[in-house]
């Protein structure tokens, strides 16, 4: 993709918006592979004609600054985001294609590289469904996830996959009789199977919970209901290096209103912790992510004008280490929907922000990698209660299910829709450079190039064996005795921070000074003078005789040595010694004949 690149590093966090002048929110963010972020928005499209939703792809770079957008949309149909796949140099957006609430159906947008559209289509099957997910299959295309019957019937969980062509190669739907069993979330496991989980009627009023096993052909290998006295609804799920899942979500208890819950199982089934978290009424996660052993959990909590978004950082033995609300708007209803790792340990987050005029917005929220924490958040006190939370096997019935592959017509419209608003950051710029050899010989230069990003302010360079030992420049020219290994040091600042880059250089040019082994001034005018090619300015130059004694010094030679001593005296025709010593201390010593 073409987008800025950047690291990031401790201490480095991040509050910005992306709106414009109706309402809108953020569905999805993630990390580009050179740094630099991808961020959805679903928002009211007033072209052509009002009461529709677009989609937008909005191109970060490394300091979440907005540098292009592409809106897309139908003059007929609401085009709503949920998630997208980076896949090599392409964007795919899985979204919902939609001309009422009750008729809606899978929708796939492929991106090239700057924006343009690829690939379209919607996969029709034959009832309104709702997509909720989509992984990349590891033999090329994707695995996608939907609710079918959404919003007209027993909702139902429906599977397919299509090739890299964007060809159905299977189509499933799963149900239980008279109830409904709606997905929200799957992972892929290593052995092609696929695991599910997400929330289902009971035979009462209220919802459980469910987690699905899948077999690499599609048939399910277990199915588990997560039930309580009223309801559990789940979210989102992650997967550990260690088999472990770790499923979030929230459950209702009548006296504190919902709970975060959070929840490890093995992937036979079997539930190996139960914790809700508390912190106030009505805590609800939405999101949950890994990395490098921590878990990010991502919601909202407190009543509907007063409700913060939160965020909860765990172990992988869900152990709080921090957790962190942040207020906007007034009044405020904040909502995370998604939470991605980020490259550097810390993790970025979109979802939905009711600004101060009462519209909403969608943004980013990037945290700090040491603690989760946030530049415009307050920290946010989270009890832990373990729980013991009911379960059953779930007789799960599969189905084929038929599905059409539809070319779609979508509308790029060029409009500056949205505006960003950075409400805090301390993102430090990131060291980067290169350098090109430059052989002067018998001196070696190095051509630096910097390609650091975030705004750097200062550049402060460091050559502890060059000419020059230090530079202020962006690209300095630095020069080295010749061959072999030496080191630079690169420190690029700006107001959040600063970021070092140690360069070690290693030069193989096979550089030697010419050096001649003889010369004749006797006035001829032919080879009369003491000649070295390529000799850097302010090198130095010594003669000895063959006892040893010096006939002629010059500190700074320019190649004008006649053959006399230092006195002007003529040396006798012979052999002579001579070493010369350039600037960066490099020496060359051999024999010289003088013939008169």
């Given at each position: 993709m073409l987008f800025f690149c950047c690291k990031v590093e401790a201490q480095t966090s991040q509050f910005s918006l992306f709106g414009q002048s109706q309402t809108d929110f953020g569905t999805w963010i993630a990390e580009l592979p050179n740094g630099g972020f991808a961020h959805t928005n679903s928002f009211a499209l007033n072209q052509p004609q009002n009461?529709?939703?677009?989609?937008?792809?909005?191109?970060?770079?490394?300091?979440?600054?907005?540098?292009?957008?592409?809106?897309?949309?139908?003059?007929?149909?609401?085009?709503?985001?949920?998630?997208?796949?980076?896949?090599?140099?392409?964007?795919?957006?899985?979204?919902?294609?939609?001309?009422?609430?009750?008729?809606?159906?899978?929708?796939?947008?492929?991106?090239?590289?700057?924006?343009?559209?690829?690939?379209?289509?919607?996969?029709?099957?034959?009832?309104?469904?709702?997509?909720?997910?989509?992984?990349?299959?590891?033999?090329?295309?994707?695995?996608?996830?939907?609710?079918?019957?959404?919003?007209?019937?027993?909702?139902?969980?429906?599977?397919?996959?299509?090739?890299?062509?964007?060809?159905?190669?299977?189509?499933?739907?799963?149900?239980?009789?008279?109830?409904?069993?709606?997905p929200e979330s799957m992972i892929l496991l290593s052995d092609g199977g696929v695991l599910i989980c997400g929330n289902a009627s009971s035979t009462s009023t209220f919802r459980q919970g469910w987690v699905m096993r899948l077999s690499a052909g599609g048939v399910p290998v277990w199915a588990k209901s997560i039930e309580s006295n009223f309801d559990v609804e789940l979210s989102a799920m992650v997967l550990g290096t260690d088999g472990i899942v770790h499923v979030v979500g929230s459950m209702y208890q009548l006296d504190t209103g919902f709970d975060g819950l959070l929840i490890k199982m093995d992937l036979d089934g079997n539930f190996l912790s139960e914790k809700t978290l508390h912190s106030t009424l009505n805590d609800r996660f939405r999101s949950i992510a890994i990395n490098n052993n921590v878990l990010m959990l991502g919601g909202d909590a407190g009543e509907f004008d007063n409700r913060p978004m939160v965020w909860v950082r765990t172990n992988l033995n869900h152990q709080i280490q921090n957790a962190w609300k942040l207020n906007y708007g007034e009044p405020f209803t904040n909502y995370i929907y998604s939470v991605s790792p980020m490259k550097s340990g810390a993790f970025v987050m979109t979802g939905e922000f009711t600004a101060p005029n009462a519209r909403r917005d969608g943004g980013m929220i990037r945290t700090d990698v040491s603690d989760g924490g946030n530049c415009s958040a307050l920290t946010i006190d989270f009890v832990e209660i373990?729980?013991?939370?009911?379960?059953?096997?779930?007789?799960?019935?599969?189905?084929?299910?038929?599905?059409?592959?539809?070319?779609?017509?979508?509308?790029?419209?060029?409009?500056?829709?949205?505006?960003?608003?950075?409400?805090?950051?301390?993102?430090?710029?990131?060291?980067?450079?290169?350098?090109?050899?430059?052989?002067?010989?018998?001196?070696?230069?190095?051509?630096?190039?910097?390609?650091?990003?975030?705004?750097?302010?200062?550049?402060?360079?460091?050559?502890?064996?060059?000419?020059?030992?230090?530079?202020?420049?962006?690209?300095?020219?630095?020069?080295?005795?010749?061959?072999?290994?030496?080191?630079?040091?690169?420190?690029?600042?700006?107001?959040?921070?600063?970021?070092?880059?140690?360069?070690?250089?290693?030069?193989?040019?096979?550089?030697?000074?010419?050096?001649?082994?003889?010369?004749?001034?006797?006035?001829?005018?032919?080879?009369?003078?003491?000649?070295?090619?390529g000799l850097p300015a302010g090198s130095s130059l010594t003669i000895f005789n063959r006892w040893g004694n010096h006939v002629y010094l010059n500190d700074s030679y320019l190649n004008n040595w006649d053959g006399k001593t230092s006195t002007g005296i003529d040396v006798n025709s012979g052999v002579y010694f001579y070493v010369i010593t350039t600037p960066l201390g490099k020496s060359f010593k051999g024999y010289l004949s003088i013939i008169r």
């Open positions: 009461n529709r939703i677009g989609l937008s792809l909005l191109n970060l770079d490394c300091a979440g600054e907005l540098q292009w957008q592409k809106v897309f949309g139908f003059e007929d149909v609401s085009f709503i985001s949920k998630k997208f796949i980076l896949k090599g140099d392409k964007v795919t957006l899985l979204s919902s294609y939609s001309t009422s609430l009750n008729n809606q159906q899978t929708h796939i947008l492929e991106l090239n590289a700057d924006g343009s559209v690829n690939t379209q289509y919607a996969f029709l099957a034959g009832t309104t469904e709702l997509p909720k997910d989509i992984i990349a299959w590891p033999s090329g295309g994707y695995l996608g996830l939907s609710a079918g019957n959404y919003n007209v019937g027993l909702e139902t969980c429906q599977l397919f996959l299509l090739n890299s062509a964007y060809n159905i190669a299977q189509s499933l739907s799963f149900s239980l009789p008279n109830r409904e069993f709606e373990n729980v013991s939370l009911g379960h059953s096997n779930l007789n799960v019935v599969r189905t084929e299910l038929p599905r059409t592959k539809v070319q779609t017509d979508v509308i790029s419209y060029e409009l500056p829709v949205f505006s960003a608003e950075t409400i805090c950051t301390t993102v430090p710029p990131v060291a980067k450079a290169n350098y090109a050899v430059i052989p002067e010989c018998p001196e070696v230069c190095a051509q630096f190039t910097d390609s650091s990003y975030c705004s750097v302010d200062e550049w402060i360079w460091s050559f502890p064996l060059g000419i020059p030992t230090t530079s202020n420049e962006q690209n300095p020219k630095v020069c080295f005795p010749g061959d072999g290994e030496y080191s630079a040091k690169l420190i690029v600042k700006n107001e959040g921070g600063s970021d070092t880059l140690d360069i070690e250089l290693n030069f193989n040019t096979g550089c030697e000074l010419p050096v001649p082994n003889v010369f004749s001034p006797n006035g001829d005018g032919f080879n009369d003078l003491f000649v070295i090619p």
